[in-house]
């Protein structure tokens, strides 16, 4: 069910008749770099990703963005195992029967190889993000005081990520998703990256409704206002799904927008520690409520997994592990 973002009179028309598409709330549980050192609420293990993905899903989740993270380091950072993915992935779908599965090939910071990042679609994922990089990339990684473990000091991080970047780089996260049937989730950070989605497009090698991520508030990325939103708005194809993050205190106005004008939302830990300022989140589930009230006074449909896949294009029959 994706329309045409270019065209003001089916918006204006959308919008009388309350016709805008079900919401597909994405959960983004966790990520490959902060953890419970900056938020003691954030899952890290299998099974606090799981538990959480649950009950962010029985309040309107219909997917997850999953994170592994490496229990050889104390769950400090990524891991590139596909067989805790995989442990993950069991987990959520024995607790979420049809919640459609997402997974990373970002990875964390570090300098991990394209083949690295891509391990964990061995685990079977029904999306995965392509991430249309490069990025500079600038934070401070806080200790992990005990009982946490894996960082026993600050780490400050200036780099590029990916490390390096050539074209050939997106084209083969592509190719690999299309061979493994995997549709990718294309994260847009600045307006310049939809060159790299375009050479996508002209190769054939994504397929129809492309899913697209906007994702605000990044370092070295568009800076998160309502005007960049729409301006990166006006760049996508025809025949998108498109998905809003934004990042920490951002959040909250741009899922606001985004839910406003037609667009889904992606919200999380992974993005946002806080509840309002100076107020921890308490849980994944609590930021996703917060979005299906909004979108409620809003007037719109909460997407079920189901109606999720129909929009996505995905099989309907739910990934088994």
Request: with cysteine; proline share 7%.
């Amino acid at each position: 069910m994706s329309w045409d973002y270019h065209n003001i009179y089916e918006y204006l028309t959308k919008i009388r008749r309350q016709e805008m598409p079900p919401l597909i709330i994405t959960a983004s549980i966790t990520g490959g770099v902060h953890g419970k050192e900056t938020n003691p609420n954030l899952p890290e293990t299998p099974e606090e990703q799981a538990q959480q993905t649950y009950e962010a899903y029985k309040v309107g989740a219909s997917v997850v963005h999953v994170h592994a993270r490496d229990p050889n380091k104390g769950y400090a950072g990524a891991s590139i195992d596909p067989k805790q993915y995989h442990e993950i992935n069991k987990r959520i779908r024995k607790l979420c029967p049809d919640i459609i599965i997402n997974n990373t090939t970002g990875g964390g910071m570090g300098r991990l190889t394209t083949e690295e990042r891509m391990r964990s679609l061995d685990a079977n994922p029904e999306l995965a993000s392509l991430n249309l990089g490069p990025m500079a990339w600038r934070a401070r990684l806080k200790k992990r005081e005990p009982p946490l473990s894996g960082r026993p000091d600050d780490i400050f991080l200036d780099s590029i990520w990916p490390p390096t970047f050539k074209w050939a780089e997106t084209e083969l996260y592509a190719k690999e998703m299309l061979k493994r049937n995997v549709k990718p989730e294309m994260e847009v950070y600045h307006q310049g990256q939809f060159q790299l989605l375009q050479n996508l497009l002209r190769q054939d090698l994504i397929h129809k409704p492309y899913l697209i991520q906007f994702v605000l508030g990044a370092p070295s990325g568009v800076y998160p206002t309502p005007g960049n939103l729409l301006s990166m708005l006006r760049h996508v194809p025809r025949d998108s799904i498109v998905s809003v993050v934004g990042v920490g205190a951002h959040q909250l106005p741009l899922t606001t927008i985004a839910i406003a004008i037609g667009l889904n939302v992606r919200v999380g830990l992974e993005d946002n520690i806080y509840y309002k300022r100076g107020v921890l989140c308490e849980s994944n589930a609590q930021l996703v409520a917060r979005a299906v009230r909004i979108a409620k006074e809003l007037n719109r449909e909460i997407a079920t997994p189901a109606q999720a896949r129909e929009m996505l294009g995905l099989r309907k029959e739910p990934t088994r592990y």
